[in-house]
């Protein structure tokens, strides 16, 4: 039921990606779901898609709480609260206990990662040679490729995309550098799809297939439309989120204060497009 129209499917997909804060988790399910033949191949596209949107929920709760409190507080404090109901009988309340501390862990890993990162603004060197980065075909396709790269090693777009958004506010990271691994990162993660469907069958190798093939389009027609997204974000910084500063500032710190949520808007708004485009192919 949650699977008969594509658009229900690409619903099922962001609903369940924006509580289990993880695609892969989705995509993986969506294969075994297949490979069971409980799902048939156009059914789990739509799912697959809807993933690819819910998975932008997490740059959103790190650019409106990652940076402002103290995650690690916040955790505790909630965990507090959903720890005492792992304990009851009735299910429906252990599960939403699981559910709660679940959440608790990822803020405190992303507070630990977000720690972890050095910070490089400092960094001369760094700064000297990102302070000349023009968009260019080639460097945008080079940009995808270190994101796609970094994506594969973490086997998280989650983390990659924390790490580039604490690096952009800093101010190492310029926008033009940023959302291309971005884009990288959104087809590396489909490494894990892939992955578990090695020794599936043929439905579910396909729908991995089908996942790579959808980030990589996306990726596609972005890198060709780079200077105009960028222009169209600046005028979205400027315009919708009245920013103070501009995306392209010179001063790093200045840059830094509007990066996060200029990224967090490419990436929702990016995998909205891109799945308002392909949905039509299912």
Not at 253 to 271: D, S
Request: hydrophobic fraction near 55%.
């Amino acid at each position: 039921y949650l699977t008969s129209k594509p658009i229900v499917g690409i619903v099922t997909g962001f609903v369940a990606t924006a509580l289990l804060q993880s695609s892969s988790t989705v995509s993986v399910l969506t294969v075994s779901l297949v490979n069971t033949s409980l799902l048939t191949l156009g059914q789990s596209v739509g799912v697959i898609m809807g993933a690819n949107i819910g998975t932008t929920i997490t740059s959103w709760i790190i650019t409106l709480f990652g940076y402002q409190v103290n995650g690690l507080h916040l955790a505790l404090i909630v965990m507090g609260v959903g720890l005492p109901m792992l304990f009851s009988k009735v299910s429906n309340w252990k599960n939403l206990s699981e559910f709660i501390v679940g959440i608790c862990f990822m803020m405190m890993g992303l507070t630990f990662m977000k720690g972890a990162i050095p910070d490089l603004s400092q960094d001369a060197e760094i700064l000297s040679f990102l302070r000349f980065y023009k968009v260019s075909l080639l460097s945008t396709s080079l940009a995808v490729l270190l994101g796609l790269l970094l994506t594969i090693i973490v086997q998280s777009s989650s983390v990659s995309i924390g790490v580039v958004q604490v690096l952009a506010m800093q101010g190492v990271v310029p926008i033009e550098f940023a959302i291309p691994m971005i884009l990288g990162a959104n087809i590396g993660t489909t490494l894990t799809t892939n992955i578990a469907s090695l020794i599936a069958s043929s439905d579910a190798k396909r729908v991995a297939r089908i996942h790579t093939l959808i980030n990589t389009i996306g990726a596609f027609w972005a890198i060709f439309l780079m200077s105009y997204i960028l222009d169209s974000l600046e005028y979205l910084m400027a315009n919708v989120f009245d920013a103070s500063y501009s995306i392209y500032s010179s001063n790093p710190i200045e840059r830094g204060t509007v990066m996060p949520t200029a990224i967090a808007c490419f990436h929702t708004g990016f995998n909205l497009v891109n799945v308002m485009i392909l949905a039509w192919f299912i």
